[in-house]
């Protein structure tokens, strides 16, 4: 993914997971989709083994956008344009899918938005997810392993919650970090199946 330098990439790789951001960026474009979808979009395609071309992505991004065009001009305290952050945000996407580390999260809004925007976020994000690994996968999808299959009948279900559930809001904010973790695990999983090692070439000269 190009477009953007070294410097640039690390400097915005400290805002791609600000969810208020992506929110002021969908509004300007008067986006039809939400922006936890666009997040589990761009994972579950990446999970699926996908690699996308810079023209691919901001294709993909338009069509999630509902727009012909991205709006280029710097806004306010926002450090780049939309273009440069989205590709940063596919950059630090499947760096986060590769690392060691699991450091992998999901794009929701903060702990302390109300509990009915975090639940709808999750839906949201989880639907992206199984359509971007849909596209990826295709009929791969029904030779995955038996785990695998059971994960997507999971987040299928998930992808259906109520957002407009009455739980008292403790246990709602307990049950929306054990779902998050559980989806975070999944697409771990996901991409591990799906994202094979390549030999190791470097022992060859």
Do not use: K
Request: charged letters at 30%; glycine letters at 6%.
């Amino acid at each position: 993914m190009s477009g953007i330098d070294e410097n640039d990439t690390q400097r915005l790789q400290e805002v791609v997971y600000d969810f208020d951001l992506w929110s002021d960026l969908h509004g300007r474009h008067g986006a039809i989709n939400h922006p936890s979808e666009l997040h589990g979009l761009l994972a579950g395609e990446l999970a699926a083994g996908e690699r996308l071309s810079s023209e691919r992505w901001e294709n993909l991004v338009l069509e999630h956008l509902g727009c012909d065009r991205l709006q280029e001009e710097e806004q306010g305290d926002e450090p780049a344009s939309p273009r440069a952050l989205l590709h940063a945000f596919y950059a630090a996407t499947l760096a986060a899918l590769q690392s060691e580390d699991m450091d992998f999260r999901l794009l929701l809004p903060p702990e302390q938005a109300p509990l009915n925007q975090r639940l709808e976020a999750l839906s949201n994000w989880v639907r992206g997810f199984l359509e971007g690994m849909a596209r990826a996968a295709g009929d791969g999808l029904s030779r995955a392993p038996d785990d695998i299959r059971e994960l997507v009948r999971d987040f299928v279900a998930i992808s259906q919650v109520d957002s407009d559930a009455e739980d008292a809001e403790e246990d709602g904010d307990r049950d929306i970090e054990e779902i998050s973790e559980y989806i975070r695990v999944g697409v771990l999983n996901v991409f591990a199946e799906f994202n094979h090692p390549q030999p190791d070439q470097q022992t060859l000269h």
